[in-house]
């Protein structure tokens, strides 16, 4: 045997034992990458966790008793029947509430069945005459350690299905029970939605945030055995006796359509009476106070419900404003005044009705409400819910919170007539008036066949002495509402300003043969001003005899005695 043949031999050995070798390790590693893979896909990528979260999750929008928005919140089914899952105060004080799922559909929450105020946690149903079949998450028992990520899918301030995540920060005890204290972005209108683990299911509900810090969110523990025993609805129907008994609350939230400040909110149909839910917002800025009254005296120029299929007319039988124009309630500038219109219990099923009170034009008129199709009419505009509760708080101290909510509509549609008078108001009343005639122009020119922002912007002229742009406005007014009275009030005003005496008489004349100011003591006397300008001494006279006699103001009076003594008698 030759020596090269020898090491050759034990070569090819060695290299077939490392073949095998090599090739027991490859299967190895390649099993190794199998159980690797596998193991990655027990566990959901964040992607796939919201997907899931997000078909489950749902905005909740709240109703209070007159029908006005009361703001928003999330939840989550937790079974395919429709069973929900929110917190405690998102339903408190609402009468009734409506969810909207990811695919645009929206359904009545029926019943609150089980509850604990202090844990923050309310269970209920949906009315789901579909027998619709909805996805759901589902509870762990397993608490993820402090550092391991969490993920939220709510809808904070109204922006559906927002997907948020951080880490676990703690666990703490505290009034609600115990809680998770979490980084993850939460914000108003989050509360109620569920906290995921890294494997999509839930182990607490998102309930509150600490201002003044950062990221300091928080989220009540919660399990399927917690969700079992909770049975009990008695807290909830203590303070909120309404939510579970609503059949007879319909909402319609409906814009007069003679006058754009007001809404019809609701009709309920009570055993002792029928109630109207209204409210009147005063975006009139040449009156820092206006007057609203329900003229009781009159019944067929005061509120009635007609039934269009049957012909038939309900009148109203009590009001919450006054009963006459002298005895107005007060509706301050910037503010909104809700009240309510009571009419006789109204048995008969009604279809379709026309509230009114006034038959002119000018009158409070809301026509057509179909009541069949408003009973099972559920689909929610986002904006006029938005709208309406930015409408429903504006209040003194609430002013820039219905500020930002207008802006906020604002970026959706830049010429949405209401919110741009709404901001004109509110930044004339905070002391901006150079924003103020910004967002009036803007109404006019997106709407330049409505009154209102002429009406206003007039006013703003009128403060800068501008008057002749101020009776430019007015006359638009005018050509667009003719039947207004005040409106000929405030123009023959400006003719005084602007010296031409004989329209300003023109115009007073107009407004005091009008049913509004004929026995307005105010108007006779800036007649009176007007004509004793021209030198008609004797209308004058006659003017101011007949607002002395009118009025029963003191003060008025005694500026009524002054003019007569230092103009009119010597």
């Known amino acids: 045997m030759k020596k090269g043949t020898r090491y050759r031999d034990k070569w090819d050995s060695l290299t077939k034992d490392f073949l095998i070798k090599k090739g027991e390790f490859s299967m190895l590693l390649s099993c190794f ?54 917190n405690y105060h998102v339903l408190d004080g609402a009468a009734k509430a409506f969810l909207k799922t990811n695919d645009g559909l929206s359904y009545e929450i029926d019943q609150v069945i089980a509850s604990d105020q202090t844990w923050d946690i309310v269970k209920f149903n949906v009315k789901n005459p579909a027998d619709v079949r909805f996805k759901y998450l589902q509870f762990t028992s397993d608490l993820p350690q402090v550092g391991n990520p969490v993920y939220n899918i709510s809808n904070p301030l109204g922006l559906e299905q927002s997907a948020s995540a951080g880490i676990v920060s703690s666990y703490r005890s505290d009034s609600h029970g115990d809680v998770v204290q979490i980084t993850a972005p939460i914000s108003p209108g989050s509360s109620g939605s569920a906290l995921l683990n890294d494997k999509g299911k839930v182990f607490a509900v998102a309930t509150f945030l600490r201002q003044g810090g950062e990221n300091l969110n928080f989220g009540v523990l919660i399990d399927q055995s917690k969700i079992d025993g909770l049975t009990d609805n008695s807290d909830f129907n203590r303070k909120n006796a309404i939510f579970n008994h609503k059949e007879n609350l319909v909402l319609i939230n409906q814009t007069a359509s003679s006058n754009d400040n007001l809404i019809l909110h609701a009709l309920e149909f009570k055993d002792e009476a029928t109630i109207a839910y209204l409210s009147y917002t005063n975006l009139d800025l040449p009156s820092p106070t206006l007057y609203i009254w329900c003229d009781m005296s009159n019944k067929e120029e005061s509120f009635l419900i007609r039934d269009l299929d049957r012909n038939e007319t309900h009148y109203v039988s009590y009001a919450t404003i006054g009963t006459s124009k002298e005895k107005g309630t007060e509706v301050d500038l910037g503010s909104n005044f809700k009240f309510k219109v009571y009419f006789p219990a109204i048995t008969k099923s009604l279809d379709r009705i026309d509230i009114i009170c006034g038959e002119t034009s000018r009158g409070w008129q809301f026509r057509n409400i179909n009541l069949s199709q408003l009973k099972k009419e559920i689909a929610i505009n986002d904006d006029q819910y938005c709208k309406e509760y930015a409408f429903s708080i504006m209040q003194k101290g609430y002013l820039l919170e219905s500020q930002q909510l207008f802006n906020d509509l604002l970026e959706q549609n830049a010429d949405d007539y209401q919110s741009l008078n709404a901001q004109g108001i509110i930044a004339y009343i905070i002391g901006n008036k150079l924003d103020a005639l910004s967002y009036f122009s803007q109404a006019i020119k997106a709407h330049p066949n409505k009154y209102l922002a002429y009406l206003n912007r007039y006013k703003i002229y009128v403060d800068d002495k501008d008057y002749q742009s101020a009776l430019e406005d007015l006359n638009e007014v005018i050509k667009i509402k003719p039947d207004q009275p005040d409106s000929y009030i405030y123009r023959g005003a400006l003719y005084a300003q602007l010296e031409n005496y004989q329209q300003s008489i023109a115009d007073y004349t107009i407004a005091i043969e009008s049913e509004d100011f004929k026995t307005d003591a105010y108007v006779y006397y800036l007649r009176a001003i007007s004509y004793l300008s021209l030198g008609n001494r004797k209308k004058a006279i006659k003017d101011v005899e007949i607002a002395y006699n009118l009025t029963d103001d003191a003060e008025f009076e005694l500026e009524l005695q002054k003019f007569w003594n230092n103009y009119i008698y010597y």
């Open 33 to 86: 990458i199998l159980l690797c893979i596998g193991f990655m896909g027990c566990k959901p990528q964040p992607k796939d966790i919201f997907k899931q979260a997000g078909e489950a999750t749902f905005i909740i929008y709240t109703y209070n008793e007159y029908g006005i928005p009361l703001g928003t919140g999330s939840g989550f089914f937790i079974d395919a029947e429709g069973l929900g899952i929110s």
